[in-house]
């Protein structure tokens, strides 16, 4: 379980940070990752969970799309209001590069030549959808650009992944939000922290999200506002699958399953499976 912490700044600057160790490590062990994989994963699910975490119900969802056109194929990350999040790669065992300078090539593997869209789905006729040009496949940059973008919200992001061959050690971002009435002199002061906060996947290591805005922000006194828990899971269920396999028609169900023995349907997202064997499909059918 991991924490999001959000703190207010002379009431014109907005900071929300989360320690995101144990949902990389989730989506390491369900999608089998690479470390260039998992880092570029791992970044994408921890930014979704700051953005989920700012729904006002917990049934808001979101789902942010990073089609590059790198080795790691599309990249698709989703979060609800409820703390939960979860994501899915085309190609997660995709080869890791690391560059002269010992950083793993996230931007090489997510590739910069396509798009980060994002949908939001808040209740309304219908969601929101706004997509963006990717600037560097380095995940938190492109994210930052899209705000400013397509939501006319400038912000900073800085986002970190720390491996150690397979596992997470480390990882976290900080998401900051700059409010209309933020005077220009507070604004360039916070720029100047941005600026500095490089290497995140180290300043999470044995840190909270709240000590890692204290060290960065605490010459502002941040003011702290809330806290939340978020975590990597799957809300997929008997029932939305049983929806997938009606859409198949009963006579091509059949057919699957006296050639095949059985229909299989899995998960994307968390690797379970669901079997239907004839008499399963014969009562779904009915």
Known sequence: ?????????????????????DIVNSAIRIHKLSPVAAAAMGRALTM???????????????????????????????????????GDIENPVAETVVKADGHLDVGGAV????????????????????TSQLVSGEIAQDFAYYFADSEQQP????????????????????????????PQELLDKIETVMYAMDEMS???????????????????????????EVCYKCNCNKRKINRIVKS???EEAIG?????????????????????????????FK
């Open 155 to 182: 912000c900073g992001v800085t986002l970190g992944v720390g491996l150690n061959r397979k596992r997470c050690t480390s990882a976290g971002g900080v998401w900051v939000r700059i409010l209309p009435n933020c």
């Open 111 to 130: 590739g910069k030549n396509g798009t980060l869209t994002v949908i939001k789905d808040i209740g309304l006729k219908q969601p929101y959808v706004g």
């Open 48 to 86: 979704v969970a700051l953005m989920g975490k700012e729904f006002k119900n917990k049934e808001d969802y979101l789902t942010a799309v990073i089609d590059g056109g790198g080795p790691l194929g599309k990249l698709t990350v989703c979060a609800d209001g409820d703390g939960h999040v979860k």
């Open 202 to 228: 180290y300043q999470f290591e044995g840190s909270t999200a709240q000590e890692v805005i204290n060290r960065f922000f605490g010459e502002f006194q941040p003011v702290f506002t809330e806290s939340s």
């Open 256 to 284: 699957i399953a006296e050639e095949m023995g059985h229909v299989e349907v899995c998960c994307h997202f968390c690797g379970r499976k669901y079997v239907y064997d004839r008499d399963a499909l014969e009562k779904l």
């Open 248 to 250: 198949l028609g009963k």
């Open 1 to 21: 379980m991991s924490t999001i912490f959000k703190a207010m700044i002379c009431n014109a600057v907005v900071v929300s940070a989360v320690e995101s160790k």
